[in-house]
Every structure is written in C-alpha cells, then in structure tokens.
C-alpha cells in the first residue's frame, strides 16, 4: 500500500523536444586567427596575380608607343655616305650648312633630327637648311661641325619587327629575328650541355647513390645554382673562351663567342635540371622498381626502362623550365656573346640576345620616348611572351605525360 502511494506521488519528468539545429550546430565557427591567416593567403595570390598584370600591361603600353613612334634614319648621299654637317651650328642658329654640292634630300616640313634635338625643315637653298629648332619639345644644343644628320621616317610594322633580320636601329632597322637567333643558339647549346648531365645526376643520386652520399652530394650540385650569374659570365669570358682558342684556334673563335656562352649557361641550369628531374625520379613508386627486379631486370635496366619513363613527365618539365631560364638569362650573354645585334646561328662568331641588348642599350643614354627607348619594351615583351609559351608547353606536356600510381 506504501508503495502504491509512493508511486503514485511521482510526478512524470517532462519531455524537452529540440530542433534539429539545436541538437546539432554544424556551422562554421569564426576563429580570428583562421580569418588572419586566410586573409593574408589571399593577399599574397592576389599579389602575385596583379603583378603579373601589371607587368605585361607596362610592357604592352611601352610596345605600342613602339610601334607608334616613326623611326630615324642616316641621310646619305648619291654615294651611301652620311652626310653631316659642314661648320658648327649655336645653340641660336636657325640654318645649318652642308657639305658642298651635296644638298639634302628631304621635303620641306619634314623633321630631321641632330643628337636629340629634332628640328623641321622650312626651305632648302643649295647647301644651306632653314630650320625650326626645338621641335616635340626637345631641347636646343649646339651642334658641331661632323653630326650627323637623321631624316623622320615611317613606323615599324609588328610583322617587320617579327620577321626582320637586321637590327640597325640608325637607318630605321628594327627586325628582332638579329636578336632571338642569338638566343636561340644560345639556348641550345645550353640544353645540349645540361640535360644529359642533369638527367645522368639525377639517375644516379636516385637509384645509385646511398642516402649519405645523396645528402652530401645534392647540396653540393645545387650550389652551382646560388653562383652569381656574372661571375658566370667572366669565367666563360677569361677561362672557357681562351681553352676553346687553344682548341679551335684565335682565327676562327674570337673573344666573344655565342659558344663559350652557351656552354657556362649549361653549368649554370644544370642545377635546376638535375634537382628537378631527381625529385621526378625518387617520386616513382617503390613497387615499380621491385617488380622489375623480380623480373630479372638489372640496375641499369630498371633504372633506364622502367623508372625514367615512369618519371617523364617531371623531366620534361624540368628540360622545359631550363630552356626559359636561358632565354632569360642576362649576365653571361651580355659579358661573353658579345654586342652585335647580328643574325646568325654559328656558335663561332659573336651577336647579341635579347637580354644582352636590353642590358646594353639601358645602361646608355638614352631618352625616355625616343625609338631606341621604346624598343627595349617591344622586346621585353617578346621575351616575355616566348617565357610564357615555354610555361604554358611546359604545363601541358606535363600533364600529357603524367602517370598516377595507386
């Protein structure tokens, strides 16, 4: 009876019922250094992504002032000689007087230019120029007798820049092909050297070596990639070069020479190769190499028929990644190729990259609007494109040839 009453005395425990957010809250909580860290990531890529633009917006801008701006050009006369001028001409003087009998052949109004001064011609009569000085906004200069003496003339198309020869900024020459012949033979004998001693390194540090000797000899190699690149180009100039004359001999290698170039630019991105194509290597899977031992297989056949195929994709990479950092490459061309913008692809002789001309000619005095100025963008520009197609093929050929181990 007791216990019937107890029971009856207890009250029920009343049921709390929840929503389905409130038994389980899987939102995203705020942490604040989450949020920090993420905002500055973001910073950094976009960073990175604006800078890009911005460079190829500065050199597409300079480039089209280029292309825009009418070239100069030598005034000669009925013998090709350059005519200049026949007595000095003051800061003051409104004529300028020529060589007798030879007289000039431009119309009137057009702009003739002496150093940086452009000037337009008012009237010829027999030798003597009526000017109007200080035309564009140039400054006035006295002029000494010997100057020579431009003549304003049409712009560059881009398909002349592109498919031109010469590269002869004076009598209005502006063919890059003079350039990039130079670059590309540079760029070749470059890989030649580089990627079979950088693939041979990597086999060997991959397969062959131990992990001691591995860990000993990789930082060894990859020291010849922190190596200023001057110190590259004097060593190909005082030490290669002269060893190539004993060889080939003086009369037919000069000083400068695109070969000894190309050979230092081959130690020089032999590091990148080498490490690269290491890191390829060491990532194909274990079991491949332990199937093909089971198989029978040798070092050397495991090494050369199983795992370098397997790694393909990271050597090609790698080959690709080097070949843009020659083209890009300034010290050692500009100290050993030589300063002749000449088109030609024998290693022997001497020319002008690129790289080697932009150095050359913006290190000079040059002013800011002129041809010669707006012509280092022009072909900046076209190296950069050329670094990007590399990029670009490189990326592509890389995924073509990319194998996925389970």
Do not use: C
Request: charged fraction near 15%; hydrophobic fraction near 45%; proline fraction near 4%.
């Amino acid at each position: 009876m007791a216990n019937q009453q107890a029971v009856a005395t207890e009250q029920p425990t009343p049921v709390v019922t929840r929503t389905a957010e409130e038994q389980l809250d899987l939102r995203k909580k705020t942490r604040l250094g989450e949020t920090v860290i993420q905002a500055f990531l973001f910073f950094s890529g976009a960073i990175s992504i604006l800078t890009s633009i911005a460079i190829v917006v500065v050199l597409g801008n300079e480039a089209l002032l280029f292309f825009r701006t009418p070239t100069w050009h030598d005034i000669r006369d009925d013998n090709d000689k350059i005519i200049t001028l026949a007595s000095d001409m003051d800061t003051q003087a409104t004529t300028l007087v020529l060589p007798d009998g030879l007289g000039i052949k431009v119309p009137t109004d057009a702009k003739i230019r002496l150093d940086n001064e452009i000037m337009q011609v008012i009237s010829i009569e027999g030798d003597v120029v009526t000017v109007k000085r200080g035309v564009d906004d140039t400054n006035q200069f006295a002029h000494p007798s010997g100057s020579q003496i431009q003549a304003e003339g049409d712009t560059v198309s881009i398909i002349k820049f592109l498919t031109g020869t010469k590269w002869q900024p004076h009598i209005g020459e502006f063919g890059v092909l003079a350039l990039v012949s130079a670059t590309i033979t540079i760029s070749f004998i470059a890989i030649v050297v580089a990627l079979p001693l950088g693939v041979g390194a990597a086999i060997y540090l991959s397969e062959y070596a131990s992990e001691s000797v591995r860990n000993r000899l990789k930082p060894i190699l990859e020291v010849l990639a922190g190596v200023p690149t001057v110190v590259y180009g004097y060593f190909a100039l005082t030490f290669i070069t002269p060893i190539l004359q004993g060889i080939i001999g003086k009369t037919n290698l000069g000083v400068y020479n695109m070969l000894a170039a190309g050979l230092v630019m081959g130690i020089m991105i032999l590091p990148t190769i080498a490490s690269m194509s290491e890191d390829a290597l060491r990532a194909v899977p274990r079991s491949l190499r332990e199937a093909a031992y089971g198989l029978g297989s040798t070092k050397l056949e495991t090494s050369t028929k199983v795992v370098l195929p397997a790694g393909i994709s990271g050597i090609v990479a790698a080959f690709i990644l080097g070949i843009s950092r020659a083209v890009g490459e300034t010290m050692i061309v500009a100290i050993a190729a030589g300063a002749r913008p000449y088109f030609t692809f024998n290693p022997l002789e001497a020319a002008e990259t690129m790289t080697g001309h932009i150095v050359r000619i913006s290190t000079g005095d040059l002013s800011r609007g002129t041809i010669d100025y707006n012509s280092l963008f022009a072909i900046g520009l076209t190296l950069f494109v050329v670094t990007l197609v590399l990029n670009i093929i490189s990326r592509q050929v890389a995924s073509w040839l990319r194998e996925e181990y389970d």
